[in-house]
């Protein structure tokens, strides 16, 4: 369960396109940030994404990522051209395809790798769908098929939503503030689709010519799409958007990919535990939904001044862990792409920039509120820090040298912060009954066995 959101060049505080995403899947799978760069491939190539082989093409653009540690494809990137993509589980009247075929996460990273702007990156994936098809488990310990969503933006400022269903698609290009989730959000403004849209369509009992196609109120599965959120979520990122276009920025973003809703933004007692609501931000919980319902990964990408800046917690939890910079893409030169350490896996791993996140998140949700109160506001200080010093380093128009050190020395500077934090947090006894529902503590339970967690 995920959410990805753009504000344009018009809607945003300078005049630059600001991107974000929140990637929401098992509590225990881990992602990996990976820097991939530019290559050149000889006739006939073949590339293997996560479950089949396709054709490679003659060249592929660098690309940053975050993914999902089984899989090939990703969750959210961008590439060195500043096209960035997040995508979306959508769940359609129309069964996800069971056999394995490109999964919505190749499809991403397959237009990052082949497409410099939002109109090339449409037509890769529609390519790719017509002659491949979307399918397979993107489940991580269980079954879970789905359609996907997407939403692209490119250096340029442009941004548009792309929709599938199956092989079908459709394009809404986006004007100002705009943000997807797991349901269908495009209507009746259609601005490009597939050839066999309209078929899907009527064999789904909508008539030609008798009203317009809205593609949400014909394909949506609305069952899954309310037990995902899915609309909750898409009501609330807009709710807390557009009121602010013209002045969003990454710390506007930051907010919103931190909010737990409408409910908890009424309780300042508030805690992670029970129904998911309008959580942007989210923490798994017991049930079938809830399982796929912990934010692993968190993105903001910035387009301004002809220079792209990411950033990124490579963690779990926005709201426990902090955002920090990475210079990637245009304005920069890429010879030398940064480092995030081991990649992690499934499983405990002290060596991992995630797993080691993990300690304080896990710890934070043993009583949440107290918890997360005792460093929150110096993680909202030093994420100001390295905001303050990345619009001091694109003023001055800062070479390559310089803001590799300063993505080091801001890395470096979050990571001394976290063990800190971990002291302060683990010395606030938690309140008895703090920890949540016995449903929820069992959960959380078993995913510590499951991942060899240590204990205390």
Known sequence: MCDTMVARPAASANGGLVFAKNSDREANEAQVLACIPAAAHV????????????????????????????????????????????????????????????????????ALERAANVDEAVAVIAGLLAEFGQGGNCGHTSRFEYHNGFLMADAAGNAVVMETIGRDWVVERVETVRSISNTFTISTRIDGESKGLRRAAEALGWHAGKVPLDVSEV???????????????????????????????????????????????????????????????????FGPVRRFGQTTGSWITEMRHGRAVHWVTGTASPDTGIFKPVFFGPGWEDKALPTFGPAPTGRFDDSTLWWRHERLHRAVLADYAPRLAVYQAERDALEEKFQYAVERLLADGADRVTADKLQRESWAEAEKAEDRWLSKVTAVPPRRGAGGSA??????????????????
């Not at 309008?278 to 923490?283: D, E, I, P, T």
């Not at 449903?439 to 205390?456: C, I, K, Q, S, V």
């Open 219 to 285: 394909f949506a599965d609305r069952t899954r799409s309310r037990f995902a959120t899915g609309a909750e979520r898409w009501c609330r990122t807009t709710a807390l958007l557009e009121p602010k276009t013209g002045q969003i920025d990454a710390a506007t973003m930051m907010a919103v990919l931190r909010d737990h809703g409408p409910r908890a933004a009424r309780d300042k007692a508030w805690r992670p535990d029970g129904l998911l609501g309008g959580s942007v931000c989210a923490h798994a919980s």
């Open 43 to 110: 006739a006939g190539e073949s590339v293997r994404c996560t479950y089949i082989e396709i054709p490679q093409v003659p060249a592929t653009h660098a690309v940053f990522l975050s993914r999902p540690y089984w899989m090939w494809g990703a969750e959210m990137g961008a590439n060195d051209k500043g096209l960035v993509i997040g995508n979306e589980a959508i769940f359609a009247k129309v069964k996800p395809q069971k056999d394995a075929a490109l999964i919505g996460m190749d499809l991403l990273r397959l």
């Open 439 to 456: 449903f929820y503590r069992m959960h959380w339970a078993r995913l510590n066995r499951e991942a060899a967690f240590p204990a205390g």
